[in-house]
């Protein structure tokens, strides 16, 4: 299973980057599983008053719920990135792109928006490409630069350079 | 890892038992984990245009969302009940609950509505106790039977049971 990050400060763009990379991935021949980590102490949006909800608030650590397609887990105990890592390559996943954890040493696309992101690419590991709103920003950097105002036409290429990352 | 499932038809009180066991077991020593299998097809209710949903929508076949305390992975792929499993004991959990997949050949507690529920007590297997609502139903039963009308008053010797299978 290949990994992939994707990085960067918040409105950056990863969600748009991400999505854009699973539909271009999973419309090809690669199976495509995804890791998001919630920034700032956010957690993810959780339904109220299902089953899973219930076990967990009457003290379940590990809560699923399976359906017919459809297997949902929630972990209310500290699971570690590379527990995760370990437990998406269980399951038959090509490539796994995981959007945030920037400190992660996983080969990474860092999104910079403006001069004050420049600093996450002297403190972060395995920069394999960069993507911007602003290419002018990036004319003199020495990494690989993809404008994310036209992804629809460079996603291709974007996705070379995550494919054999 | 212990392993119990908690199985019965449709209003045989299956939520029920899991909940009053979840919250004994807890408020105890034990490290419960919970899987929950939705019958008839039905699907888990996920949280619309979450991260985690539009992941899976654009093509992601496992997607995770994590938050400071919580964990979420979604799959949509099909999950075999071992699988699942062995994905639990992956934690540090204790105890199991299981509720539904009966045919299963984990230990198991029965639970009883009405006469035509008694085909489970001879198809299932690893049946370790019954509990019903109506006590009379179960007077020749060679089980343990458990009435589930005072489900406070006897959920100790239930969880006792359990915590021996």
Redesign the interface.
């Known amino acids: 299973m290949q990994i992939c990050q994707i990085v960067g400060y918040k409105n950056s763009g990863k969600?748009t980057v991400?999505?854009n990379l699973?539909?271009y991935?999973?419309?090809s021949d690669m199976?495509?599983?995804?890791?998001?980590?919630?920034g700032h102490?956010?957690?993810?949006?959780?339904?109220e008053d299902?089953?899973?909800t219930?076990?967990i608030e009457?003290?379940?650590?590990?809560?699923?719920?399976?359906?017919?397609?459809?297997?949902?887990?929630?972990?209310?105990?500290?699971?570690e990135l590379d527990?995760?890592v370990q437990?998406?390559s269980?399951?038959?996943?090509d490539l796994l792109?995981v959007?945030g954890y920037k400190n992660a040493s996983y080969p990474k696309v860092v999104l910079v928006k403006n001069e004050q992101d420049f600093s996450l690419l002297s403190d972060l590991s395995n920069i394999i490409a960069i993507g911007t709103w602003d290419e002018n920003l990036m004319k003199n950097s020495k990494f690989q630069t993809f404008n994310l105002n036209n992804l629809n036409s460079n996603i291709e290429q974007l996705a070379d350079y995550v494919r054999r990352c």
């Open positions: 969600t991400m999505n699973i539909r991935f999973s419309s199976k495509v599983g995804t890791l998001k980590h919630h102490g956010g957690e993810p949006d959780v339904v299902t089953d899973s219930t076990h009457a003290g379940s650590l590990v809560s699923g719920v399976q359906g017919e397609n459809i297997t949902q887990l929630t972990f209310n105990v500290k699971v527990k995760l437990l998406f269980n399951f038959p996943i792109l959007e």
